[in-house]
């Protein structure tokens, strides 16, 4: 058990009282007088400071003989994949070209408006916005055999061209007479994480990149991967996302150091210099940006190697969050402070 600091319970006491989201599932919340603890978000009312324990998981929270929540579920994972968005999802697999109507969902005995609600929840987009991009998917990789623009038109479902031409072009980011083999597919997935929901980008042989769904300029970092690879990023599996989340999942468990997954560095010379550099400071240790730049044969520009470090795209796997300022304190990190503390202080617990 991880023990929480006067300092830290202070803050997350200010995290509870303002519901910020940034710190859920970063540690729980025990109440003396009823012997319940609850997630960093719930909405029941909040109790008194005088009252409250904090944990840093729910091992912790049992461990002290604590119950769970039975309105916010602390159990579940709250990025966990819930029965009927699973069941759409298999349900869109096999049947990728359906259309679907409020009628629909009718059969499955389930209400369009919850169904929107938990995909818009789980995959940042609606269920139909879902199944749209699937069929854009499918649509794509026939232009790219070769196949008529109409025939891929068809077969996924249009009957007016210009509406499948303004589909196409809003997703997929070019018109499909323009779309052709020379266009990098890339494949994006949600991967649940003990500090929030990643968003990975891979193909059959490389992660581009890695990063919390939260992130505030994570639309910018997919942008330059679309503009600088001439990649279209539809929702996707491939081996290495199973990959990159098998080895996420031994990291979070303190089991795996290093991680094994090819990765594609996507930078000027100097931001990949940084990268590779990051990547050889051994686990559970930290160094402050001027050791980084020093290491780089570069001490006075511990600012570029700041700035490069800002720009990573591979969150973890390039430990960035392993970088710290020249005066022992942590700076900055894109995932969010909280973040790299846990990091950082995860490491150094596994690190035997």
Known sequence: MRLITDNQAKIFCQALVDKNSLYERIFFVG??????????????RKPKFENCIFFNTV???????????MRCCPLIHPGQVSPLVQTLVELIEINPEKRWKNSDFKELSVDASTVRRQFKRRFGMTFIQFARVKRMGIAMKQIQKGESVI??????????????????????????????????????SWIDTPLGPMLAITDEEFLYLLEFVDQHNLERKLERLRSNLRAVIVPGRT???????????????????????????????????????LMTIPYGQTRSYGEQAKALG???????????????????????????NNNGKLGGYSGGIHRKKWLIDHERQHQQ
Not at 31 to 44: L, P, Q
Not at 166 to 174: C, E, N, V
Not at 263 to 274: A, D, E
């Open 151 to 188: 025939a891929a038109q068809l077969d996924s479902g249009y009957e007016s061209s210009s509406g499948f031409r303004d589909a196409f072009a809003k997703i997929i980011g070019a018109g499909p007479t323009k779309f052709d083999e020379h266009h990098t597919v890339l494949k994006s």
């Open 31 to 44: 109440i003396e007088t009823t012997g319940v603890f609850f997630r960093s978000i719930c909405y029941a």
């Open 239 to 277: 081996q290495l996302t199973q990959q990159i989340e098998s080895e996420l999942n031994k990291y979070f468990e303190g089991s795996l150091k290093e991680f094994k997954i090819p990765i594609y560095l996507l930078g000027s010379s100097f931001q990949q210099l940084v990268w590779s550099k």
């Open 59 to 69: 091992q912790d929270a049992l461990l002290a003989s604590f119950r769970p929540c």
């Open 298 to 324: 570069k001490e006075t520009a511990y600012r570029a190697v700041a700035s490069a470090n800002g720009t990573n795209k591979i969150a973890i796997v390039i430990p960035c969050h392993r970088i710290i």
